[in-house]
């Protein structure tokens, strides 16, 4: 045993010599190439006192970014990551100022320009030079990730007993079946693709209704996402605005769902959650919204990015990465421009800055604290990496720029199962998505209006110039149009100027009654969720029906269910119970939708009972709108400022995927809705031997905060 930790002991303070080396080498370089930055004073000095400057600078600035920059980033944590990411540079350069002071007596000197230059390119040689010889020796490359993921030493598994295989979720946000099939065939995905070809085993599963990150991860990590109808909506009960990636919403999603079911998650035993809205019950956490909302000693929500930019040569990395994709953004949005590329939406303001953050930062944080999770020898993993989601918002489901976003992520898994043959026991990887996403142009590009514009318009209410202009006008639009779109146009026209009486017979009075009871509603509540649409009227207690609605606004559902751009209405009704509302007339009672006829015919499989399910929700919207969809095209009209888009039915939204070990279980061949993928993660999770996730926990209705990641009260955001 001695003879190990001297042997360890020499190793170490062989790599601190060379790396020492090495940086000083680098200096003299960098002196001799950049004017601004000396080592010697004015008057000259001989070679081996400018090696010896050097030698010391190296020294001091290699202690001083292993001492102090840690306490900087920590100090640093209640910065926007975006802005940290920025300041990475002119912190480090601070750095070497700092250690030129310190260890030369003013002989050498640079520019704070050069010294941000000198910095970042001594921190990336450092770096690469001890990760170059931490690999060949395990037990240092090891110790390297535990700081890297700031994670405690690996347990050992006890003498003679086989180590219980962990688990590692990760998810792929946003990626379709489709597309991740198309990306391997293509070979844009060489790791996915030795994978298929080797260990594991692809297939899809349909989302709910709301095919959407809030609704698809409380489901996976929770087993419930009942009551979530949309990614956001307005809940008449409270007066309050649920928006599934807000910290106070996210925090109260999660503690319903563990009310609702008396469980704690799927990593409650021994578990990580990386990355996502929710902890999914782990102990251990970083960057998860659901504990954003609260503060406690448990609330450690920035752990993982402090436990990232506490080595700076990572931060100087991830940073110059992230300014690279600033720039990348830009110039891409650039050539969609010049190309006159459509559908395109606006990709200006902070956009190129948030999706640098998802691809870059995001990316390299949560595969970090997953490295780190594995070497420490975690039972259960989830992580969620969001970047291609980001993108494909701006750019489309499918193009270039899509397409680089997968061939990074493929190389961050490749990282990870790299990663995985150093961990103390064996890792399944499992690979998945929340939903997928389906392209077409917005809503409001195609039409001229957006859904509010429509539903204050069917309403009698104040609409825009522009709208007025576009459609308040008789005359025709050129080449004309379907008779469902003429019939759209009137509807909107008259709804523009007045409400219609449906009856036709109410006359003039009934006209004017109606535009009084119009007048005097509070107005409503017009949200969108990708391509889903919810009206709700905040004025009435509870969920209005059809003929309530008709009352109130005669012209508003007929001006919504005959758009063109609309798909299919659902809204409670006093005789039928509740219908779904077609544009070419059609009433169907939701008890007899089917899904391939009637107006959910070429909205998919499993459309019917997605729509069922919904409309038994505590607090599904007044009128739920669905956009049209495209069977042949797979394309629908977000109602936000998305090409790409997800959250209702329609297209590859509604079609993420699997993709597992063969080792394990396979699926059942149909998985429907984001709670049986939970009863599918969970059952694998039982297979090995050893403890696993239980079989039930059932805490009382009393004690369900227990499983809430953080203590104290809610915050409540700005949407109450």
Not at 132 to 137: K, M, T
Not at 383 to 403: F, K
Not at 638 to 654: C, N, P, R, T, V
């Amino acid at each position: 045993m001695g003879r190990f930790r001297w042997r360890s002991a020499s190793r170490a303070l062989l790599r601190v010599i060379t790396v020492w080396a090495v940086s000083t080498l680098t200096l003299l370089l960098l002196a001799a190439l950049l004017p601004d930055f000396q080592l010697q004073s004015a008057d000259g000095e001989s070679l081996t006192t400018v090696a010896f400057t050097a030698a010391w600078c190296a020294g001091a600035f290699g202690l001083l970014s292993a001492l102090v920059w840690p306490l900087i980033v920590r100090a640093l944590l209640l910065v926007p990551a975006l802005v940290l990411g920025l300041l990475v540079f002119f912190l480090n350069g601070s750095l070497l100022l700092l250690a030129l002071r310190l260890s030369t007596d003013g002989r050498a000197a640079a520019a704070p320009e050069t010294a941000v230059v000198v910095a970042a390119v001594m921190s990336a040689v450092a770096s690469a030079t001890s990760t170059a010889l931490a690999v060949r020796d395990d037990e240092a490359y090891r110790r390297r990730l535990y700081r890297l993921a700031d994670r405690k030493r690996p347990r050992i598994a006890r003498a003679g007993a086989e180590p219980v295989p962990g688990t590692v979720f990760l998810q792929l946000d946003g990626v379709g079946h489709r597309v991740l099939s198309d990306a391997v065939a293509a070979g844009r995905m060489p790791t996915v693709a030795e994978w298929l070809a080797t260990t594991h085993t692809l297939t899809p599963w349909r989302t709910d209704w709301s095919s959407q990150t809030g609704a698809s991860q409380l489901g996976i990590l929770h087993g419930s996402n009942e009551d979530v109808p949309a990614f956001r909506w307005y809940e008449k009960d409270t007066g309050r605005l649920m928006v599934s990636n807000r910290p106070a919403s996210a925090v109260e999603l999660q503690r319903r769902a563990v009310e609702r079911t008396g469980d704690g998650g799927l990593l409650t035993l021994d578990g990580a959650s990386r990355g996502n809205l929710f902890s999914g019950g782990a102990d251990q956490l970083a960057l998860v919204l659901s504990m954003a909302a609260r503060r406690g000693r448990r609330n450690r929500s920035r752990a993982g990015y402090f436990a990232y930019f506490s080595d700076p040569a990572n931060a100087v990395r991830t940073a110059g990465s992230l300014v690279a994709e600033v720039f990348r953004e830009i110039a891409q949005s650039v050539r969609a421009r010049l190309r006159r590329e459509t559908p395109r939406v606006s990709r200006g303001g902070l956009y190129p800055f948030v999706r640098a953050f998802a691809t870059v930062v995001e990316r390299d944080v949560v595969v970090a604290a997953v490295m780190g999770d594995m070497l420490a020898g975690r039972t259960a993993v989830y992580a969620d990496l969001v970047a291609y989601d980001e993108v494909a918002h701006h750019s489309g489901p499918r193009g270039r720029d899509t397409d680089q976003v997968l061939a990074r992520l493929d190389r961050a898994l490749g990282l990870i199962a790299k990663v995985a043959e150093h961990a103390p026991r064996p890792y399944r990887i499992v690979l998945l998505s929340d939903h997928g996403q389906s392209p077409g142009e917005t809503f409001e590009s195609a039409y001229g209006l957006t859904l509010k514009d429509l539903v204050r318009a069917g309403c009698g209410l104040p609409v825009s110039r522009r709208v007025r202009r576009t459609w308040g006008s008789p005359r025709p639009e050129p080449g004309g149009g379907s008779e469902a779109r003429d019939a759209a146009r009137d509807a909107l026209r008259s709804a523009l100027h007045r409400p219609v009486d449906e009856a036709g017979e109410a006359g003039k009075d009934g006209a004017e009654a109606a535009a009084v009871a119009a007048a005097r509603a509070p107005e409503p509540v017009v949200l969108a969720s990708g391509n889903l649409g919810l009206v709700s009227f905040p004025g009435v207690p509870h969920r209005m029906t059809r003929e309530e609605i008709d009352r109130l606004h005669p012209a508003l559902l007929r001006t919504l269910a005959h758009h063109p751009g609309i798909g299919f209405l659902l809204v409670a009704s006093e005789r039928h119970g509740s219908v779904v509302l077609g544009g070419d007339g059609a009433e169907v009672p939701v008890a007899g939708l089917a899904d391939d006829e009637g107006p959910l015919a070429g909205f998919g499989p499993g459309a019917a009972d997605a729509v069922r399910r919904t409309d038994g929700f505590p607090h599904v919207a007044d009128i739920m709108v669905n956009s049209m969809h495209d069977p042949a095209a797979g394309t629908v009209h977000a109602f936000e400022e998305q090409i790409g888009s997800h959250g209702g039915l329609g297209g590859d939204q509604s079609r993420p995927f699997l993709l597992w070990p063969r080792e394990l279980t396979p699926p059942p061949a149909d998985v429907v809705g984001a709670e049986r993928v939970h009863e599918v993660l969970r059952g694998w999770l039982r297979e090995g031997e050893g403890p696993q996730v239980p079989l039930e926990i059932s805490p009382s209705s009393a004690d369900t905060e227990a499983f809430l990641p953080v203590e104290g009260p809610a915050a409540r955001d700005k949407n109450g």
